[in-house]
Each structure stands twice: as structure tokens, then as C-alpha cells.
């Protein structure tokens, strides 16, 4: 499988969607799902193609839905959900022993009242309180009903005006049709799901490969409320849109609105035409984290702390072997390696103890090393801007396949200094510090948690 930085993706994207035709009917845009598809194509992910029936005849596709439903039994889950349901990715963040709170949710639980929320995890977490739980569902459905054929109607339709476009090659329309098969059978799961069981509202994390889910919240009347989940930058494959797009993404599966941090994230989204202003709302800092301290009580260290990302340990590994010689010749520093929270090879940066670093997971917080420590390094992840406000200079190292572009986007909006392997951070930090360095102000990506914010989004 090749790596790609999103800038050549994008690049493809507008070649080869330049006619929204090839992608839309007369109901939807399937602009997304395309993207999904182009991407995996692109990139040679065999992965991502799957068994499906898009080719067949309607009627056919039909049949092969109801004999299924017949041969399996049909989901009987007992569901009773609130006015207002969280769909939580199970990120969690560690208060104390044997206590943990929702990164993302948690805030917004308080401002609606457990009362009023239902929480459903989509991967069962220990730690973490929840009504249900999306593996526990059954997906054995009933048979396909008005709304479910109206659906695979439209995407049988697309799937044909795609193939006869002449737009995209053999391999390119098997790619799609698995696409668009995984958005029915999430279409049909979610839609299903809350059929006969309606809350006001669904707040979920990131919008793309949650057509599905969009789809079938919004064909119920339900309102759907993405959570930013992290950094949003103008090289991004899913925010962010070129205007030639603009009439694309008005039937594309979109959020009704987004909640962001902070009023520099409205900014970065208004650079694209997928969101009005009127639909993003800035709700303030609603993570879960220790409170900040005020700056001048920061009991800074000669710490460089390197902030690992997750399926990244090769690169990060990498470099910190190469930068092991370079920090010997500050011997008043010390090294420190946070590991990603749900990073699955925290075992490969075991070596580097040997090397001097010190290798942290969930002992300490971030924002507990970020007040002690003076330099972050780290390629292109969100704890560069949730250092902003804690006096630690960034730098992103560049030129890490599809992290580029977004390391190239923060070094544009002065988020972060550029770095490269062979450059000594440590000198630089100390050059750049005994010119007077000017750090962000931290209002602007993190705004104060304004819970009547909350409130009114549904």
C-alpha cells in the first residue's frame, strides 16, 4: 500500500470529480463516498474492496435483502434512547485511579443532564460508563421498507451513471461499488436503529465514513451534530472544500452543524464551502482535561518532549534514534516520549530507554508535561495546539509522507517552527528564545466552554 500526502489526493480528487454528475442524482451527492473510494484506489488498498451486489438489477439486490432477512433473525434489542444520544469513540482521560471521564462528551453530558442523554460506545471500553454499545447491536435486519429502497435506488443509480461516465477506470468502479455498499449497509444499520426510537438530536465524532449514519439521521429527522475531534487544516481530505464543489456538498451527507473550540477553527472552515457560519457553533474547550494553570506558576524543566502519534512508531522510533546524538550535547535536558493514548505498539519505543528517553503513556497528562516542558516535537498532531497557551515552542518535522501537508499548514499559520532530522531543536529553541519569541494566545484555538452554546444547538 502506498503512502501519499493528501495534497497529491486532493489533487486527484479534483480530476477526477470535476463533474458532479458522475457522482450525484437527483436526491444526493455522494461526493464523500467517492472520495473514500478514489483514496483507497490511489493509494492500493485491496482492503477496502469488498463482496457486494451493487451491479445487480434493483429487484435483484431487493430479493437478496429480503431472503436474508427471512434466514436471519431480525434485530430485537430492546432500545429506549433520550433526547439527545452521544456516540463516543471511547477516548477516554484519567482523572485519578480507577476514574475516567469521555474526552469529548463528558462537559456536554453535565450541560443536558444524564437524565436527558443516552451514551452508546462504538467499541466496549472498561473504563468507561455507557447505555450501549454499538457491538452489542444486532445487524441482522428486517426487510428493506419504503425509505431503505428509495436509498439503494439512488446509489444503484449512481452506481451506473459512474461506470457509463467514462470517468473512472475498471478498478476505480469496484473501488466505488464497495464504497457505496459499506454506506448502504451503515444507511441501514443506523437508520434501523433509530427508526421507531427518535431523540432530538446525534452527536457523533468526525463526519467522513459516517455518511451512513448521516444519511439515516437525517432521512428520520434527527438532528446531527458533529464534535470536532481534533486539528483542522486546509490540506484535509474531508474539510475544507474547493469551491468547485460548492453545489456538490449541499446533498452530501454533511452534519447539520459542528462544534468547534475555538473561533480559529471557524476561520479554517469558512476557508471551504461545506459549512455556513450559521452551522458551526463555537462551544469553547468542552475536552475532558486537567484545568490549565495560570502561566506564570509554570515550573518549566529543560524538557523536550516528543509527542508520539498513533500507527507513527516507525517514524517517531526513527528520529529518536537519530536525535539521541544531538541531545548528548545538552546533557541539562531531558528527553520524554508521550505515547498516543490508543497507540497497539507501545512495545517498539521500549528501545529507546537505552538511548536516555524516558517513555510516558497514561502516567502523566499532556497538558501536566506541556506546563513543564519548554519544546514539543511531534509531525503534524493536535498537541501542537493544545500546547499553545503553555509557553512550549512546537516543531513539526517535515516531509513525513501524508503528514506534509499538514505540517506545511501549521508552519503557515505560525502554529509551529519547522524542523528537519538533522536540525538540533535544542539550539534552535535557544536562539529563538534569546530574540524574544511571541507564542499564540490560547483563547483563540481554545475559547472558554460556553455551555448555553450547547444548549441551543439542538
Same mark, same amino acid.
Given at each position: 500500500?502506498?503512502?501519499?500526502?493528501?495534497?497529491?489526493?486532493?489533487?486527484?480528487?479534483?480530476?477526477?470529480?470535476?463533474?458532479?454528475?458522475?457522482?450525484?442524482?437527483?436526491?444526493?451527492?455522494?461526493?464523500?463516498?467517492?472520495?473514500?473510494?478514489?483514496?483507497?484506489?490511489?493509494?492500493?488498498?485491496?482492503?477496502?474492496?469488498?463482496?457486494?451486489?451493487?451491479?445487480?438489477?434493483l429487484a435483484l439486490q431487493k430479493a437478496l435483502y429480503t431472503i436474508k432477512s427471512i434466514v436471519r433473525k431480525p434485530n430485537?434489542? %430492546?432500545? *429506549?434512547? &433520550?433526547? =439527545?444520544? #452521544? @456516540?463516543?469513540?471511547?477516548?477516554?482521560?484519567?482523572?485519578?485511579?480507577?476514574?475516567?471521564?469521555?474526552?469529548?462528551?463528558?462537559?456536554?453530558?453535565?450541560?443536558?443532564?444524564?437524565?436527558?442523554?443516552?451514551?452508546?460506545?462504538?467499541?466496549?471500553?472498561?473504563h468507561l460508563k455507557a447505555d450501549y454499545c454499538l457491538q452489542d447491536f444486532n445487524r441482522n435486519l428486517p426487510k428493506l421498507?419504503?425509505?431503505?429502497?428509495?436509498?439503494?435506488?439512488?446509489?444503484?443509480?449512481?452506481?451506473?451513471?459512474?461506470?457509463?461516465?467514462?470517468?473512472?477506470?475498471?478498478?476505480?468502479?469496484?473501488?466505488?461499488?464497495?464504497?457505496?455498499?459499506?454506506?448502504?449497509?451503515?444507511?441501514?444499520?443506523?437508520?434501523?436503529?433509530?427508526? %421507531?426510537? *427518535?431523540? &432530538?438530536? =446525534?452527536? #457523533? @465524532?468526525?463526519?467522513?465514513?459516517?455518511?451512513?449514519?448521516?444519511?439515516?439521521?437525517?432521512?428520520?429527522?434527527?438532528?446531527?451534530?458533529?464534535?470536532?475531534?481534533?486539528?483542522?487544516?486546509?490540506?484535509?481530505?474531508?474539510?475544507?472544500?474547493?469551491?468547485?464543489f460548492k453545489d456538490s456538498v449541499k446533498h452530501a451527507f454533511f452534519p447539520d452543524k459542528i462544534m468547534v473550540y475555538g473561533?480559529?477553527?471557524?476561520?479554517?472552515?469558512?476557508?471551504?464551502?461545506?459549512?455556513?457560519?450559521?452551522?458551526?457553533?463555537?462551544?469553547?474547550?468542552?475536552?475532558?482535561?486537567?484545568?490549565?494553570?495560570?502561566?506564570?506558576?509554570?515550573?518549566?524543566?529543560?524538557?523536550?518532549?516528543?509527542?508520539?502519534?498513533?500507527?507513527?512508531?516507525?517514524?517517531?522510533?526513527?528520529?529518536?534514534?537519530?536525535?539521541?546524538?544531538?541531545?548528548?550535547?545538552?546533557?541539562?535536558?531531558?528527553?520524554?516520549?508521550?505515547?498516543?493514548?490508543?497507540?497497539?505498539?507501545?512495545?517498539?519505543?521500549?528501545?529507546?530507554?537505552?538511548?536516555?528517553?524516558?517513555?510516558?503513556?497514561?502516567?502523566?497528562?499532556?497538558?501536566?508535561?506541556?506546563?513543564?516542558?519548554?519544546?514539543?516535537?511531534?509531525?503534524?498532531?493536535?498537541?501542537?495546539?493544545?500546547?499553545?497557551?503553555?509557553?512550549?515552542?512546537?516543531?513539526?518535522?517535515?516531509?513525513?509522507?501524508?503528514?506534509?501537508?499538514?505540517?506545511?499548514?501549521?508552519?503557515?499559520?505560525?502554529?509551529?517552527?519547522?524542523?528537519?532530522?538533522?536540525?538540533?531543536?535544542?539550539?534552535?529553541?535557544?536562539?529563538?528564545?534569546?530574540?524574544?519569541?511571541?507564542?499564540?494566545?490560547?483563547?483563540?484555538?481554545?475559547?472558554?466552554?460556553?455551555?448555553?452554546?450547547?444548549?441551543?444547538?439542538?
Open positions: 500500500m502506498e503512502i501519499k500526502p493528501f495534497s497529491e489526493i486532493n489533487k486527484h480528487f479534483l480530476e477526477k470529480l470535476t463533474s458532479p454528475k458522475s457522482y450525484t442524482t437527483s436526491k444526493y451527492s455522494f461526493l464523500k463516498i467517492f472520495q473514500h473510494a478514489l483514496s483507497y484506489s490511489l493509494i492500493g488498498d485491496k482492503n477496502k474492496l469488498i463482496k457486494n451486489y451493487i451491479h445487480l438489477p430485537t434489542t %430492546n432500545t *429506549k434512547f &433520550k433526547d =439527545v444520544v #452521544f @456516540i463516543d469513540p471511547g477516548r477516554l482521560f484519567k482523572v485519578a485511579e480507577h476514574n475516567y471521564k469521555s474526552v469529548y462528551f463528558d462537559k456536554f453530558k453535565e450541560c443536558f443532564g444524564e437524565e436527558n442523554v443516552t451514551t452508546i460506545l462504538k467499541s466496549k471500553n472498561k421498507d419504503e425509505t431503505e429502497m428509495s436509498m439503494l435506488s439512488e446509489i444503484k443509480a449512481v452506481s451506473s451513471t459512474s461506470r457509463k461516465s467514462g470517468q473512472f477506470t475498471d478498478s476505480e468502479v469496484e473501488y466505488i461499488n464497495s464504497a457505496l455498499h459499506i454506506f448502504f449497509e451503515d444507511f441501514r444499520f443506523y437508520y434501523q436503529l433509530f427508526k %421507531n426510537n *427518535k431523540p &432530538k438530536a =446525534v452527536f #457523533f @465524532i468526525c463526519h467522513y465514513h459516517n455518511e451512513g449514519l448521516i444519511a439515516a439521521l437525517q432521512s428520520s429527522d434527527i438532528k446531527c451534530i458533529e464534535m470536532q475531534h481534533g486539528l483542522i487544516a486546509a490540506n484535509d481530505l474531508y474539510y475544507v472544500y474547493n469551491d468547485i473561533i480559529y477553527w471557524r476561520k479554517v472552515l469558512l476557508e471551504g464551502c461545506e459549512f455556513k457560519d450559521s452551522q458551526i457553533v463555537v462551544a469553547g474547550d468542552y475536552l475532558a482535561r486537567h484545568q490549565q494553570s495560570d502561566q506564570k506558576k509554570f515550573n518549566k524543566e529543560n524538557i523536550l518532549l516528543i509527542c508520539a502519534q498513533k500507527m507513527l512508531f516507525k517514524e517517531y522510533v526513527e528520529y529518536a534514534k537519530k536525535l539521541a546524538p544531538v541531545l548528548m550535547q545538552h546533557p541539562t535536558w531531558k528527553a520524554i516520549i508521550k505515547l498516543h493514548p490508543l497507540e497497539n505498539a507501545k512495545h517498539e519505543y521500549a528501545t529507546l530507554t537505552s538511548l536516555g528517553y524516558e517513555i510516558v503513556d497514561l502516567e502523566y497528562t499532556l497538558d501536566e508535561l506541556l506546563q513543564r516542558s519548554k519544546i514539543q516535537i511531534s509531525i503534524y498532531s493536535t498537541t501542537f495546539y493544545d500546547a499553545i497557551g503553555f509557553e512550549v515552542m512546537n516543531f513539526s518535522l517535515q516531509n513525513y509522507g501524508t503528514s506534509s501537508d499538514y505540517a506545511a499548514d501549521m508552519i503557515k499559520e505560525g502554529v509551529a517552527e519547522p524542523l528537519t532530522i538533522a536540525d538540533d531543536p535544542i539550539a534552535i529553541y535557544l536562539e529563538k528564545q534569546s530574540h524574544g519569541f511571541n507564542y499564540m494566545d490560547r483563547s483563540m484555538i481554545y475559547g472558554t466552554f460556553d455551555d448555553r452554546l450547547a444548549l441551543s444547538s439542538i
